[in-house]
């Protein structure tokens, strides 16, 4: 099994999920685009796609961030998808797919930063993928936008703050606008490199100071996301495609 992952900043790394990757023995490479990495040109050399998060959207421009290729990452995803490979994408990355796939992104009703709760729907509740879930979760965040849903997008979970949380768009391919990912270890880059979201804090209801971003409990989060994981590889393993 090898897994890509397409990292956009060095403050925003795979967390969890290369914990699960490099434990099960998997095979794993990085495209760094804030390194100058290029995107990978032949989806065949991987089996499952992460596209991580980013402060950018979907709009960004090479101006403003020369090492993000929103075009070039749609098409990614897009031959990803066409070759049936298991595709993730978190917080921006949800977004790509969701525009990758024709559904453009949008602007969140509320920016979620910190530790908030997740509720599944009816679709996430019967999704096997997330068996190890309760109703409700403490999960977390950090954005402001959130991905967009094709026709035969199913939302599995929303907040409070946003009603796009987990989308599944496929059986292969699932958006997280939440992250499942976080760690302990990457929430102080994480804030260092995000001062500019906390000048207007008190103005929203889902944005936690930086002390109770730090205190956040990651090990319950992190233990779904494993569950979810491998039940994905194995979802990708009985379809006979590796």
């Given at each position: 099994m090898h897994i890509q992952f397409v990292i956009h900043e060095a403050f925003e790394g795979p967390g969890y999920f290369e914990y699960w990757a490099l434990r099960n023995g998997f095979k794993t490479s990085y495209t760094r685009l804030y390194c100058g990495d290029r995107l990978p040109e032949n989806v065949l050399g991987f089996d499952i796609l992460i596209v991580l998060g980013g402060p950018q959207n979907p709009s960004t421009s090479r101006d403003k961030s020369p090492h993000f290729d929103a075009i070039g990452e749609k098409k990614l995803i897009s031959e990803a998808i066409a070759h049936n490979k298991t595709v993730i994408g978190v917080c921006l990355g949800a977004q790509l797919i969701g525009e990758a796939l024709g559904a453009d992104y949008t602007t969140s009703p509320e920016p979620e930063i910190g530790s908030f709760p997740i509720t599944l729907t009816d679709h996430g509740i019967n999704d096997p993928?997330?068996?190890?879930?309760?109703?409700?979760?403490?999960?977390?965040h950090w954005h402001s936008d959130m991905p967009g849903l094709t026709k035969n997008?199913?939302?599995?979970?929303?907040s409070q703050g946003c009603p796009r949380q987990i989308v599944r768009y496929?059986?292969?391919?699932?958006?997280?606008?939440c992250h499942l990912e976080l760690t302990p270890f990457e929430l102080p880059d994480l804030l260092e490199n995000s001062r500019e979201l906390f000048k207007n804090r008190n103005d929203h209801k889902f944005i936690q100071s930086e002390h109770e971003i730090l205190d956040m409990q990651t090990s319950r989060m992190n233990h779904l996301?494993?569950?979810?994981?491998d039940g994905l590889v194995e979802k990708y393993l009985q379809k006979g495609i590796k």
């Open positions: 993928l997330l068996s190890k879930f309760n109703a409700e979760e403490m999960v977390g997008a199913e939302i599995l979970a929303f496929s059986p292969l391919v699932y958006g997280f606008q996301l494993e569950s979810f994981l």
